[in-house]
């Protein structure tokens, strides 16, 4: 677990440089590209009131030039006829007029388009959109809701890369806000999210959304672009199991069942810990059983218990031991036995024997 933090934190600290890194590279492309429109009106102004200061006030080139960008940009450093606006030409003074009414209004589009990029963090999704090309084995999550949520949580801690897909617009911002993957996904091109999210070299989709038939639809687009790739899905309506199967789901989960069958295990067995569910067998429960002192399987060896429940599993000092299974583990106080089903066996199993007299 220690390692999976380490490597979890470090992860979100490469991921923050990078993102960095690429707005930095990529911002002002992305300026240019927002306002390339309302630049080439100013440029053209700069060109055309060099042309005017040339043709109607006599200036040479690089002076004419220095008289438009001041006219252009407002700051007043040259005044046409020396100030003497009685006297100035009639057509400059219209075009001067023109010259600047067209200048203020691409300024002002300038800065509204250079506000809303800022305010959409255009520049971060372009930095964003490199980075994911540069992902593999990522696993893309399709819904975020209060279950994508917990999925993405658990994955982060694991160290895993993801790529989060929803069609809820402050949704995406919140997530690129806080340096995430994140695709906005419209409803006529899934396609698209898919594409964008890397499909052609993730691991794992997980399909979580609150939606049966939009998580089906997600499931066959997803299936027809990549035949290969694992899919698990969440279903809401157990009646659509069968049917998620069908559209290409390799795992499907009932969420109301899951709840359900958690529920109604801990109402019957105090000793609950969690509950298996299996794609071929009836669901389980999983129970633990904890060793006290003066238990009479304390120094037995695991197979000898083994005999009277299904052992899945034994931890010992916090740590699930991976030795129980070799044929040495030998039961100590406080080892606590993981038990597939109930472990009501094996506890009349220890009263049978501590009822017995001892000789």
Known sequence: MLRSSIKSKDKRETRKLSFLLYRMLYGPLTFVRAGYRQLLILL?????????????????????L????????????????NGNVYAMNRNEVILIIVLMIVSVGSGASLVQSTVSMAISERGKAAAQKRLVKRLKKQIIIY?????????????????????VITRIP????????????????????IIGALESAGIEK??????????????????LTARKLRPDIRIHTVVHDPSLTEMERDAGANVVIPATATVGELLAFSADNKDLVGVVFAQNMKSQSISEFTIHTPSPIIGKKLHEVAETAKIIGAVRNGKVDPTIFDGTF????????????????????LEKIASKPHH
């Not at 220095?66 to 006829?81: D, K, Q």
């Not at 402050?170 to 091109?189: A, Q």
């Open 44 to 64: 053209s102004m700069f060109i055309f009131g060099t042309w005017i200061f040339s043709r109607y006030e006599g200036l040479p080139g690089l002076l004419a």
């Open 66 to 81: 220095f008289a438009s960008v001041s006219t252009v940009t407002t700051i007043g450093l040259f005044t046409p006829n």
């Open 143 to 163: 819904g975020y809701s209060h279950m994508g949520k917990y999925i993405t949580q658990r994955l982060e801690e694991l160290g895993y890369d993801y790529v």
């Open 170 to 189: 402050d949704v995406y911002n919140e997530l690129l806000k806080n340096d995430l993957f994140v695709v906005l996904e419209t409803e006529t091109d």
């Open 202 to 219: 993730a691991s794992l989709v997980i399909v979580a959304d609150v939606n049966d038939s939009d998580n089906m639809r997600f499931i």
């Open 330 to 349: 030998t039961l100590q106080e406080g080892d606590t036995l993981l038990i597939l089903g109930d472990p009501s066996s094996l506890k009349k199993h």
